[in-house]
């Protein structure tokens, strides 16, 4: 493993990781496998940095966090949709995404400090980000007009990478909102770039000034490797928490990076140590040039379970969920012959709590993948009552 980025020099020091954006900048990459690459980057962007590229054992050609960062030949091959979780239905001003009635979404940056091979949201990086919109008047405007929205998303992009003085900007203008309760933050700097925490006390205050005894800040991490929660990831969580964040830690479940259950087990530990809740682990959505990645949904969900086995109650709390065009589908269970899923969250309010039973698909990669219905029934709600 490269061993050259000396952490302990970068820790309380002004020192910063040098990002890159070029496939040239990689020691570890050599000049024939780079000029295999470059139609994969002419199409796909790669972006990472010198901390995160100091993870990877350069010896070891299917080494998970190279995986994760390192374009491959096989993002070319043809499969899945710019917008696989049709998030455009939702836009309902520029910049704002507004999906399930407590929960809206504000695409507050265009930017990340490393880019997932594996990301759902490529189009940012494909097209000039037009869903991405740095006037978040109209967004605020439409928050204040529908007081059922109790919880807005910070995203992108990551919100984190913008400076500090635009996201303490974009939260207290959030906050100045007074049905909003939460304010998440998605984000996977923690992993990425843990000094941009670590060494920046002015986000630290940001927290604490906004992050209320009654109305929390959430920070959505994204651990998606055990091996990501270094000892600077692990300060940069517990600084956050100091300050008065809740963290949560979302990942998806991906060929390659945590696909053994061995792998998401420990995932799950060492979030659970630390105190970073597990909180959903995603089907991997099929979204462009992730079929390299993609795991089918009945072998995920196999590989979700095992890991649980062999956990402990705090570190099994995750749910394993589709997140679908019309909601956030969990897989409860199957058996040979059936697939049961439930919609944990929906874009029509009458689905919620929705049970469905499929014939099994071994082949299906997504909802849409399975046809034919067995059985359904609805959690009766207050509406059932009146």
């Known amino acids: 493993m490269n061993t050259t980025y000396d952490i302990r020099k970068t820790i309380g020091s002004t020192k910063k990781p040098i990002y890159v954006s070029s496939l040239d900048s990689v020691p570890g990459i050599d000049p ?35 995986r994760l960062i390192v374009p491959t030949v096989e993002e070319l091959e043809p499969w899945g949709h710019l917008d696989p979780s049709s998030e455009h239905r939702y836009t309902r001003a ?5 999906k399930y009635r407590e929960t809206a979404l504000l695409l507050v940056s265009d930017l990340c400090g490393g880019l997932c091979r594996y990301c759902f949201r490529k189009r940012l990086f494909i097209e000039e980000a037009r869903e991405v ?14 007081p059922e929205i109790t919880n ?21 203008q959030v906050r100045e909102i007074e049905h909003v309760g939460i304010i998440r933050i998605g984000t996977k700097m923690p992993a990425y770039n843990p000094f ?19 109305k929390r800040i959430y920070i959505m991490a994204q651990f998606n490797h055990p ?16 300050a008065g964040a809740v963290v949560m830690n979302q990942t998806p479940l991906i060929r390659g ?42 072998e995920s969900y196999r590989i979700f379970e095992q890991a649980r086995s062999i956990c402990s109650g705090l570190a099994k709390r995750a749910r394993f969920v589709i997140s679908h065009a019309t909601g956030k589908i969990e897989v409860l269970g199957k058996t040979d012959r059936y697939t049961y899923f ?35 029934g609805r959690v009766r709600g207050p509406q059932d009552l009146a």
């Open 152 to 172: 807005v998303l910070l995203t992108g992009g990551d919100p984190l990478f913008l400076e500090t003085g635009r996201v303490l900007d974009i939260v207290r």
């Open 133 to 146: 919109n740095k006037d978040i008047s109209a967004g605020l405007a439409y928050i204040r007009d529908h």
């Open 196 to 214: 941009r925490i670590i060494n920046d006390p002015a986000l630290l205050d940001m927290i604490r000034d906004y992050s209320m005894d009654e």
């Open 32 to 66: 024939e496998e780079r000029a295999r690459l470059a139609e994969v980057t002419d199409l796909f962007a790669f972006r990472a940095n010198d901390y995160y590229l100091s993870l990877i054992d350069w010896d070891d050609p299917a080494d998970p966090i190279r």
């Open 257 to 298: 990076i945590n696909d053994d259950p061995e792998v998401l087990a420990a995932l799950f530990d060492k979030l659970s140590f630390i105190g970073a809740n597990p909180y959903y682990v995603f089907q991997c959505r099929p979204a462009i040039g992730n079929r390299t990645f993609a795991v089918p949904v009945e």
């Open 227 to 242: 091996r990501e929660l270094t000892d600077a990831a692990c300060r940069a969580v517990a600084l956050l928490q100091e």
């Open 342 to 376: 439930k919609y944990n969250q929906a874009t029509n309010p009458e689905d919620l709590g929705r049970f469905m039973v499929y014939k099994s698909n071994p082949e299906a990669y997504w909802f849409d993948d399975y046809t034919e219905l067995v059985d359904e």
């Open 94 to 98: 520029p910049g704002l995404q507004h």
